[in-house]
């Protein structure tokens, strides 16, 4: 199946930015990760940060005419704000992960608020890039279930 990662601001920034918080891997190393390891498992993954919510919305509706069959999202602060991306997503009707790699709720409380978490699969938080390794893992086996 294909699967598509989404990124949204400042995630082009990652290495660099506030790596205390989001650690050292740079996007380009936790794509090739990802990349890979959906290749392994005989699927195909491809990756898209944006800093613009109309790019990102424009990618979302875009995933249903190529048939995209999950969506890990990592909306950064776009989580917090983004009616416009909680109804790409709800039109579309792709099932997706929302990924933070920073625990959000261990932060500012306007963190606390996602637009999108009761409409997700599932939430990872607070485990950097491995959080993206692990829900690949899990849209793998639900795409599998699915499909087998
Ligand atoms: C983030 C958490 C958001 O609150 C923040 O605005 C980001 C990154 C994360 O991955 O931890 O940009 O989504």
Redesign the pocket.
């Known amino acids: 199946a294909r699967i598509l990662v989404l990124h949204?601001?400042?995630?082009n920034m990652l290495g660099e930015r506030e790596p205390e918080?989001?650690g050292h891997d740079t996007l380009d190393d936790i794509n090739r990760r990802l990349r890979q390891a959906a290749t392994d498992s005989g699927h195909t993954l491809d990756c898209f940060q944006s800093n613009a919510e109309s790019d990102l919305i424009d990618h979302i509706q875009a995933a249903r005419k190529e048939g995209v069959g999950f969506i890990l999202f990592?909306?950064?602060?776009?989580?917090?704000t983004s009616i416009a991306l909680r109804d790409a997503l709800l039109a579309v009707a792709i099932p997706f992960i929302e990924?933070?790699?920073?625990?959000?709720f261990a932060?500012?409380a306007?963190?606390r608020h996602s637009y999108l978490s009761d409409i997700a699969v599932a939430v990872v938080?607070?485990l950097g890039a491995q959080?993206y390794e692990l829900a690949l893992t899990a849209a793998i086996q639900r795409l599998e279930d699915t499909s087998g």
């Open positions: 949204g601001p400042n995630l918080v989001y990592n909306p950064g602060a776009f989580t917090h990924v933070h790699l920073s625990n959000v932060r500012e306007f963190r938080s607070g959080g």
